[in-house]
Every structure is written in structure tokens, then in C-alpha cells.
């Protein structure tokens, strides 16, 4: 419950009225005075204030002034007319409320029009300076541009007169030229002749094609030009050097990029997964596992952990009748057949892993190491050493940092080296 | 705005736009004439003649050829006879006479691929010595000829046996400063330069700048070799001191990020070895001064001497084109006139201003 402040004192004239409203100890701030035609309000929580006045009031030019514990309105009639008190008395309780929300409304449609006016003005202001800078800038550029044409005048004349200078010195050049010539020709022919007779072959050869050729020109260049080579040095000897280049960590984007391999041996991989051979009549005896390739070929690596390389064959065998495109099938089996010392058969399904690890990408690397190590590895226990090199050296450029390859290489070309100097 | 109107600028005098592709321009040396190298739309090689009238280039030659020509030299001919010797798309490296341009001069196939950069040196007076050509191809090859021995190169450059090939993009002749001296600089797109010694037949330096090297240039070809600049995609471009080579370390370098953008040439001041220009793939230009350090030289902690790089600082950069401008020629006849041809189809005179004040 608000605590109404009553002990206001008013005074009037024809056409203003003056209220003083003590204040109880409450400070006031213009936030807590509202004020409208005919509606007066002061609330500083818990006090409060209210009037409906007896006439409406100018509330643009009234005022109200605080300080001392009081506030001093000074409110200008609307109608210069003296009123018999400053709220209207029978005031119902209805047109109290209508009176409130009337004036609430009035007040924040004038807040509203204030705004908007200050809006427009802030818009002008702002426009106005834009204007005003862009004149500024305009002047400046055009002065800055005028300086640059005026160079640019400048430099054309300039460039003009030194192309007429070439033109004259030119003009001037080739007369003289020909003044020379006359005079000189003679002599120098003498002169060309003993040079010719006294140079050998390379010279020589050289000055009579250019004779040939240059008879049409003027004979100045001719005699100019014999001089001149009689200075020059010969072509030099031909000769070659090598060089190296900087590997590159990460090659240049799409110039060497191995996109287009990559996404065949990913196409490749997927199709192969999808065939299955699946015209075997065996193949109901089976299982429904061992139906599967994988499966095949994880228990296959299995027996070959085991040493049971026969058994690791047959796996593998299965599995390759079920899926021939699979190209670590063929590596696995190829490494029980080095176990077994079946070589040949070695090399056959290295061959044929390698042939299925086409196009090389630095996904199938290993795999393709270890194809050729071990093609290798049966090659050499066959005794062909040279082919088995070349195998170990390809492994070794897949993958230069594998030190066993590296070591193994060395033995070959020892044990090469060795049987050719023994035959 | 008074004290940057006091650097050089960068003034566009002409604009020409073409119908085809240029590669390469260059100026025709004594003369106001420009070449324009390039290939036409129909995969024939084009080379136009042109001479500077007032505010226009006018079209006094076209000549078509059968391969897209790439790269052209007026370096190794003498003034009297200025011939062209330019490479082509298809590895073949002619030379022209622009007076009587049916048949080359002298003609070889000497790449198997694309001849990417061409130099020459010995030749317009300037240096001593025979004059050569060297070529840089895509096959990773860099091939050095010399026009009075024909079909054989008089060195040859070459990856390993079996070692696979980085494509070679620019070449650049230098040290030339007697008779028996000269080296060649090669940069490669795998970031790789090298610096091949043509009296030893050695390598004498390499080195890797991690970015594809777009263009190399040493500021003078006819000197003992003093600076050598080397750009690269990324923008970065770096500036190696030559004069001083340290036995493991190589030579002392500064380098300089310019743009976002590869750039693509750099190209010293003829009449000021200290300024040069580099053009980039955003179509800008970009004017630098290197300056020296006190020493240019200095001992390491074994008393081997190395060289101190200097720093760069950048006078001038100006924004012609949206697409990269892929050739550059200073004018060796008058200072701060210069031609660039960009992708998009034009070749542009400029003219850099004040730089007689530097």
C-alpha cells in the first residue's frame, strides 16, 4: 500500500498554478514526476502522488522544480481561468482509472513522436557530413589526378623527342655508313683476303657460308661481322652436367596429386569384394563361413602363424576359388609356398599379387613390398640372383628406409659379384 | 599525399589490347619498337611488331608461326643484325631475322617438352665472349646453344638417369664479365635453384626456396656476378648477394613477402642495377630498391667469409590489370620506359617517373 502524500499547498493566477509537494525525507528524481493534460503523478515508492486536475495544463511548458525536500510545480493552464480547486472533486473511481490510462498513452505517444523527430534529424545530420566529406575527398583526388596528368604530359613529350632523336641519329648512322663503306671496302678486301688464306679450316669454313648468305645485305655487316668473329671465342666443348632435385614432402596440390590412381585401385578393391565364383557344385558341402573369403583367409593366416603350411594353402586355395581378385590371398599363399620350397609356385602367385595391385598407391605400398621380397627371396633360392636383385630392388624404391631389404640387396649383389667372378 | 607523389610513379602511357594470348614482350633493342610473343586462339604462334607513335603502338608486322611461342631474347644477337631467338610450345628454339621471317636463322628442336624461359648473352655489346642462348623446358632440362653449332647444345643440364624430372621454369645467364666466365641460373617448380658454372661444366650452388620459382635475374648479366633475385608463387621473392659464397651456407639472401599472389617476374632497371620491378598474378607491379649493408661481407666463427644481404624497400606499386601480368621489359634505351603484357589480352607501355632521383 502506497503512502499518499497529502500536505500539499497550492496557489494559483489567471494562468498558471503553483503546487509545492513536500517530500517526507524522499529524494526525487525527474524519473519518478509523471505528468500529462490533465493528470498529475508523483511516486517515490512508498510515497505517492496523485491528481486529476481540475483543468488541463499545458504539460510541454509546465515545469517542476526539485530541491529542498520539496518539489515546486509550475503548471500553465490550458484556459486562462481560475479554478475552484486543484483536483477535481467528484472524481469517480472509473474516470479516474480512464484518466490514468489516457494520460499513460498520451505520454509514450509523445515519447514515441519524440524519438522519431530526433531520428530524422540525427538522419540529416549524418547525411550532411557524408556530403560534406565526399566534397573534401572529390577535390583531393582530382588534384592528385591533375599532378599525375601533367606528369604524364610531360613524360609523352619526353618519350617523343628521344624517339625522334633515335630516328635522326639512325638517319644520320646509315649515311654515314655509306660514306664509309666507300672508302674503306677496298682495303679491307685485301685485308679479308690475307685472313682468309692465313686461318685455318674452322674459320674459314664459317666466313665463306656467311659470304654466301650475307651477299644481299649491305657488305658492311659483312666485313664488321668477320672481324668480330676472328674475336670471338669458339663454341664451347659440349658437355653435360647432372643434377639432383629436392624430394618434396608434400607434392604441389593437383599437379601431382594420385588422385585419379587412387580412386581406380579404391574401385578395384570394392568390385573385387563383390565377386564370388559361386558355380562350384563342392560348395553346398560347406559352410556358411567357410563360404566366405575372409574367413578363409584369416584362418588361413592362422595355420600359417602355426607353421601348418599345408593347411594354410588349402585355405587359401578355397578361398581363391571363391574370389580370384584378391590380391593379399595370393601374397599369403605365395609366402606358405616359400615356406614349403614349392619356389616356382612362389613366384607365380607373388606375380599375380602384384599384377592385382595395380595401380600403385601408397595404400597397397606393403603389400607390394612384400610381394616383391618375396618374389625376390624365390627367385635368388632358385639361384637366378640377377632377377631376385631387380625384385629387391624394386621393394627398395617403394620403400627405401626398410633396413632388411637394404642388407638382403647387399648379399645378392655380393653373391653376384661372386659367381661372376668364379665363371 | 605531397610525399607520395614525390616517388617514382608508375604513369600508363598506352594501352593496346590484343586478340590472342601474349606471353612475352620485348624490346626491340636502338629502337622504339616492341615484340609481342604469344599464341592465337587457334593454337598457331603469333608475333607482332609494333612501334610507339605518340599515344599508340602502330601494328608494323605480324607474323604467324606454326607452334605458340612462349619466350623470347634478343640476347644473344649482335645490334647490326638483331635476330630473335624465341621458344615455343612445342620444345623448338628458332632464331628469327625480323626482316625475312619465313625461315629461322638457325632452328633445333631441343626440348622434348614446352621451352618455358629463354636467355641470352654475349650479344647487343654488351659483355664478352661467344654469344649463347640457354633454354629451360618443362622436360627438366636446361639447355645452353650456341647459334653457330647447330643441332647440339653446348651443355646440357639434365636430371639423373631414372630420378623423376621437375619442370624447369626460368633460366638466367650471368657472371659474364670475360671471355671464359659465365654461369647459368636455373629455377625450377619444385622450388629448387641451381647455379650451373659454365667454365667448370659444375654446379656450383643450389638451393630451395620451398615455392616454385617463377623467374630468376641477376641485376647485371656482364659483371662479376653481384645480385641474383628469384621470385616464387606465394609472393615471396628473394634477393642473394653473389658476391660472397660461403662454403656449406651458400649465399646470403633477404626475402620479401609482396603479395598474396605468385609473382611472376622480376626484371632489373638496365641503367640501375639496384632497382628493379616485379609483377604479380593480381595484375600489380610492384618498384623496389635494395639497398646495401654497411658490410657486405663477414667472418663466421671458422673465419670463412659470408656475405651479409642488404634490405629492400619498395618505392612504387601500382594495380594495371585483374589478371596476372606475365611479362616484363625494360626499355634498355630509355630509362623508366617499359612494356608488360598481361592475361588479359593487352600489352601496356609505361613509364616510371623520377627515377633519376633515386
Not at chain 2, 213 to 235: H, P, Q, W, Y
Request: hydrophobic share 35%; aromatic share 8%.
Amino acid at each position: 500500500m502506497p503512502v499518499w502524500l497529502r500536505e500539499h499547498s497550492w496557489r494559483q493566477t489567471l494562468t498558471a498554478v503553483y503546487l509545492s509537494l513536500p517530500l517526507r525525507g524522499a529524494r526525487a528524481t525527474p524519473a519518478n514526476i509523471f505528468c500529462s493534460e490533465q493528470y498529475l503523478k508523483v511516486s517515490i515508492p512508498p510515497f505517492l502522488f496523485e491528481a486529476i486536475l481540475y483543468a488541463p495544463i499545458d504539460d510541454a511548458n509546465s515545469t517542476a522544480k526539485i530541491g529542498n525536500g520539496n518539489i515546486f510545480f509550475t503548471l500553465c493552464k490550458k484556459e486562462p481561468a481560475m479554478w475552484d480547486s486543484l483536483t477535481l472533486a467528484n472524481a469517480g473511481k472509473e474516470k479516474l482509472q480512464y484518466l490514468r490510462e489516457n494520460a499513460v498513452l498520451k505520454a509514450q505517444e509523445k515519447a514515441k513522436e519524440e524519438t522519431e523527430a530526433k531520428k530524422i534529424t540525427k538522419q540529416e545530420h549524418k547525411k550532411y557530413t557524408l556530403e560534406a566529406t565526399m566534397k573534401l575527398e572529390e577535390t583531393e583526388r582530382k588534384r592528385i589526378e591533375d599532378l599525375k596528368e601533367k606528369e604524364r604530359q610531360k613524360v609523352a613529350k619526353e618519350l617523343e623527342f628521344w624517339k625522334n632523336q633515335q630516328i635522326d641519329a639512325d638517319k644520320y648512322k646509315s649515311i654515314q655508313k655509306k660514306g664509309e663503306l666507300h672508302q674503306e671496302t677496298e682495303p679491307l678486301k685485301e685485308r679479308k683476303k690475307e685472313k682468309m688464306n692465313k686461318t685455318r679450316i674452322p674459320s674459314e669454313g664459317t666466313s665463306k657460308i656467311r659470304f654466301k648468305s650475307t651477299e644481299g645485305h649491305g657488305s658492311r655487316s659483312i666485313f664488321s661481322q668477320n672481324l668480330k668473329e676472328e674475336q670471338l671465342p669458339a663454341p664451347r666443348a659440349a658437355a653435360t652436367i647432372t643434377v639432383n632435385f629436392t624430394p618434396r614432402v608434400f607434392p604441389t596440390a593437383l599437379r601431382e596429386s594420385r588422385v585419379a590412381e587412387e580412386e581406380e585401385w579404391l574401385h578395384k578393391q570394392a568390385e573385387a569384394r563383390r565377386i564370388i565364383n559361386s558355380d562350384l557344385s563342392e560348395l553346398e558341402d560347406l559352410k556358411e563361413e567357410e563360404r566366405n573369403p575372409d574367413w578363409l583367409k584369416d584362418k588361413g593366416n592362422k595355420m600359417f602363424a602355426m607353421g601348418n603350411y599345408l593347411g594354410a594353402v588349402n585355405a587359401y586355395n578355397l578361398a581363391v576359388r571363391l574370389n580370384n581378385k584378391l590380391p593379399l590371398l595370393y601374397l599369403n599363399r605365395a609366402a606358405c609356398h616359400l615356406k614349403l620350397r614349392n619356389l616356382h609356385k612362389a613366384i607365380e602367385d607373388s606375380s599375380k599379387a602384384l599384377e592385382l595391385l595395380t595401380p600403385p598407391v601408397p595404400d597397397n605400398k606393403n603389400a607390394r613390398v612384400k610381394a616383391h621380397v618375396r618374389r625376390g627371396t624365390a627367385f635368388c633360392q632358385l639361384e637366378l640372383y640377377t632377377e631376385g636383385l631387380q625384385d629387391y630392388e624394386a621393394a627398395l624404391k617403394i620403400d627405401p628406409r626398410n633396413k632388411n631389404i637394404e642388407k638382403d640387396a647387399e648379399k645378392i649383389r655380393h653373391l653376384i659379384q661372386e659367381t661372376t667372378q668364379s665363371s | 599525399a605531397a610525399a607520395g607523389l614525390e616517388r617514382p610513379q608508375v604513369v600508363s602511357h598506352v594501352q593496346q589490347a590484343l586478340n590472342y594470348t601474349v606471353f612475352d614482350c620485348k624490346w626491340v633493342p636502338r629502337s622504339a619498337r616492341l615484340l609481342c610473343l604469344g599464341s592465337a586462339a587457334r593454337g598457331t604462334g603469333l608475333v607482332q611488331l609494333y612501334e610507339l607513335h605518340g599515344a599508340r603502338l602502330e601494328l608494323l608486322r605480324e607474323m604467324e608461326k606454326p607452334k605458340p611461342i612462349k619466350c623470347g631474347t634478343f640476347g644473344a644477337t649482335s645490334l647490326q643484325q638483331r635476330y630473335l631467338a624465341t621458344g615455343d610450345f612445342d620444345g623448338n628454339l628458332n632464331i628469327w631475322n625480323l626482316e625475312a621471317p619465313e625461315i629461322p636463322v638457325y632452328s633445333v628442336k631441343g626440348h622434348k617438352e614446352i621451352i618455358n624461359s629463354i636467355d641470352g648473352v654475349g650479344g647487343l655489346g654488351i659483355g664478352e665472349g661467344a654469344p649463347e642462348i640457354v633454354t629451360g623446358s618443362r622436360d627438366g632440362t636446361v639447355k645452353v646453344w650456341d647459334p653457330r653449332q647447330n643441332d647440339t647444345p653446348v651443355a646440357n643440364m639434365e636430371p639423373v638417369q631414372g630420378e623423376s624430372k621437375r619442370d624447369c621454369w626460368t633460366v638466367a645467364f650471368g657472371n659474364a664479365y670475360n671471355q671464359e666466365e659465365r654461369v647459368v641460373c636455373a629455377g625450377y617448380d619444385n622450388g629448387d635453384i641451381k647455379l650451373f658454372d659454365l667454365k667448370t661444366m659444375s654446379l656450383r650452388w643450389e638451393t630451395n626456396i620451398k615455392n616454385g620459382v617463377c623467374s630468376v635475374e641477376f641485376d647485371r648479366k656482364d659483371i662479376n656476378m653481384n645480385k641474383l633475385v628469384a621470385t616464387s608463387l606465394e609472393g615471396k621473392f628473394h634477393v642473394f648477394d653473389m658476391r660472397t659464397q660461403h662454403p656449406t651456407k651458400g649465399f646470403a639472401s633477404v626475402s620479401e613477402k609482396a603479395q598474396k599472389s605468385t609473382i611472376w617476374q622480376v626484371r632489373h632497371l638496365p641503367q640501375n642495377r639496384d632497382i628493379f620491378m616485379t609483377s604479380g598474378g593480381s595484375g600489380s607491379l610492384h618498384l623496389w630498391k635494395y639497398e646495401y649493408p654497411a658490410q657486405r661481407s663477414k667472418k663466421d666463427s671458422e673465419g670463412s667469409e659470408m656475405g651479409v644481404a642488404g634490405s629492400v624497400c619498395l618505392l612504387q606499386n601500382v594495380t594495371l590489370s585483374t589478371q596476372p601480368i606475365s611479362s616484363l621489359d625494360w626499355s634498355p634505351d630509355k630509362k623508366g620506359l617499359c612494356v608488360c603484357g598481361a592475361f588479359d589480352q593487352t600489352v601496356r607501355v609505361l613509364i616510371v617517373t623520377k627515377l633519376n632521383k633515386i
